[in-house]
């Protein structure tokens, strides 16, 4: 079988904690950790070109779009928060709260964007809306 190549992980580069998700696009993989970082990798580099912070907790979910008009990546976060950032400039352009528990998924569309938190709610948000109007929160099923 093929070898794996590594591209992080304990003597390649701190911080040494889990990663708990992954999102790929244009030869770029997105990390993210237990660190409250996001990691950008060039893959055929295989190298880190560049870290994400603003998180304050785990960075839980990854998802890569196209927001404005422009390559965009979300991060979703234990610290109840989902970050936007614009991958041109590496900065975090939009914080988005409303989630009272963490937020553990994201996935995103042309028209909006999605999160799914351990308050029990899946959330959409439409594209350069800040706060989510409440019939957009879909309550999950209690087991």
């Known amino acids: ?11 390649v ?6 990663v708990y998700s992954l999102a790929q696009a244009d030869g770029f993989l997105f990390a ?3 660190a409250a970082v996001v990691k950008v990798f060039a893959v055929r580099a295989r190298a ?13 979910g990854l998802a890569v779009g196209i927001v404005r008009g422009r390559r965009a990546l979300l991060s979703s976060s234990s610290d109840q928060s989902i970050k936007l950032w614009d991958l ?10 409303a989630h009272n528990g963490g937020v553990y ?3 995103i569309t042309t028209r ?8 029990m ?7 350069g809306v800040e706060e989510p109007p409440s019939m957009h929160s879909l309550p999950l099923p209690q087991s």
């Open 1 to 11: 079988p093929a070898r794996a190549a590594l591209l992080d992980g304990p003597g």
């Open 13 to 18: 580069a701190a911080p040494h904690t889990g």
């Open 32 to 34: 993210a950790y237990q």
């Open 48 to 60: 880190c070109i560049h870290v994400l912070e603003g998180h304050t907790s785990f960075v839980t």
């Open 88 to 97: 041109a400039s590496y900065s975090c352009k939009e914080t988005y709260t």
């Open 105 to 107: 998924a994201v996935a």
């Open 112 to 119: 909006a964007f999605f999160s799914a938190s351990s308050d």
């Open 121 to 127: 709610t899946v959330r959409a948000w439409p594209i």
